[in-house]
């Protein structure tokens, strides 16, 4: 099917003809263009009751039908990354292009086709359920791919303020590794990041007697810092981790000693470690190689972990039952939305298409497996409410 258009039969299917849709907005994050006014459409159809959260320029959208127990939540992003240079595309990022069996597009697999899937899997559930017990929900931002200050964690105080709980949350991030169906995301590390300002006092690199090189007092504390074991992990995370990302000290000129030093750092940490004991443990380092510092903290997301119990046998099953394959849980990889939806969710997984060309230029998702996403969904919404 080398160079298809989205005119072409294939897109009688129904999962692949909306995410064409959704591919078509150019949604650059904080933008959704439309996105969410496609999928409210249908959802409102189906009898879901809408809600508009916009903040700061970012469109959320939250839909529940009914309000029963198990609630279960499908959660995902419109927002995209930017294209990069549009030169090296094969075809134009915001126009969908079948070409040899794969779907061209930015947001092809991060995360457009999962948002298409949510909504047929929920369509054709409800079809044959009509009257389904529990209740189903959407979440949709387009502020996952910026800052995501403005999304999901907005629409979650908002729920958490009048008592609105979930049970089930899928996240429709991309979690596959090698194969469709291989692996679903049962949790992520925490990113705990800060800037560190180490003072001393500028002077000419001639007369150091006269100064005080603030690189040089906080290279002995880096040192420590690197070399720490901040704990041990367990059965679901790797240790805690502490790197530096940036480092920034001097006015530029070769002869002069910089008054302070500012370090950019971050913790990716687990379970087992909690933000507030690590900041603890950082300053007691640095008061021990007597510093004067000053640390700007900022937690963009705590650690969740949901351990195997009904959404991770249930999804696992319906994967196994359309792709044959054993998912693997994994909490590898970066942060997610999920850790905002796991204070309002007791049990919260990920689970997507491939993700080896997320990000990329000339992203894309296999044509085949876009389907058998929507069928995934159906299957997890059966074993769950049917």
């Known amino acids: ?7 072409d039969a294939i897109l009688a299917n129904e999962t692949l003809a909306l995410a064409v849709e959704l591919l078509k907005r150019r949604s650059l994050t904080p933008d959704d263009a439309g996105c969410q ?11 879901f009751h809408i809600e508009r959260h916009p903040h700061n320029g970012v469109d959320n959208l939250w839909a529940r039908k009914g309000t029963a127990s198990p609630a279960v939540c499908f959660a995902g992003h419109t927002d995209v990354v930017s294209t990069g240079p549009l030169d090296q595309w094969l075809s134009d990022p915001f126009e969908p292009t079948l070409r040899d069996g794969q779907l061209y597009a930015r947001g092809a697999a991060d995360m457009k086709t999962s948002n298409a ?3 047929t899997a929920t369509e054709r559930f409800i079809a044959s359920h009509p009257d389904h017990p529990g209740s189903i929900a959407f979440l949709i931002t387009s502020d996952e791919e910026g800052p995501a200050t403005d999304g999901t964690v907005k ?4 729920l958490k303020a009048r008592g609105e709980t979930l049970d089930y949350c899928i996240v429709g991030e991309p979690t596959s590794a090698a194969e469709f169906g291989d692996a679903i995301k ?6 705990l990041s800060g800037t560190l300002r180490v003072k001393g006092v500028q002077g000419h690199i001639a007369y150091p007697h006269l100064a005080k090189n603030p690189i040089h007092l ?8 690197a070399d720490t074991m901040w704990d041990e992990g367990n059965a679901w995370f790797p240790p805690t981790t502490w790197q530096i990302s940036n480092i920034h000290g001097g006015t530029g000129a070769s002869n002069v000693i910089p008054g302070v030093v500012e370090i950019q750092f971050n913790f990716r940490f687990s379970t087992a470690s909690t933000a507030e004991g690590l900041m603890d443990a950082m300053n007691e380092i640095l008061d021990s190689h007597g510093l004067d510092y000053e640390i700007d903290w900022h937690l963009s997301g705590k650690p969740f972990l949901t351990p195997r119990g009904p959404l991770c046998d249930t999804l696992s099953e319906a994967i196994r039952e359309v792709t044959g394959l054993t998912p693997e849980l994994s ?3 970066g942060t997610s939305d999920g850790r905002f939806i796991a204070d309002i969710c007791r049990e919260v997984v990920e689970f997507g298409p491939l993700n080896t060309s997320i990000h990329k230029i000339n992203e894309h998702i296999a044509v085949e497996n876009i389907g058998q996403l929507a069928e995934i969904y159906e299957k997890t919404l059966e074993k769950l409410l049917g």
């Not at 049962?186 to 990113?191: D, I, P, Q, V």
């Not at 906080?218 to 810092?225: D, H």
Request: proline share 5%; aromatic share 2%.
């Open 186 to 191: 049962n949790g992520r590390r925490g990113s």
């Open 331 to 333: 909490t590898s990889g």
């Open 1 to 7: 099917m080398a160079n298809e258009t989205p005119d």
């Open 218 to 225: 906080a290279a002995p504390a880096i040192a420590e810092l």
């Open 155 to 158: 629409v979650v105080e908002a």
């Open 117 to 119: 899937a949510f909504v």
């Open 37 to 47: 006014d496609l999928i409210a459409a249908r959802l409102q159809k189906l009898g």
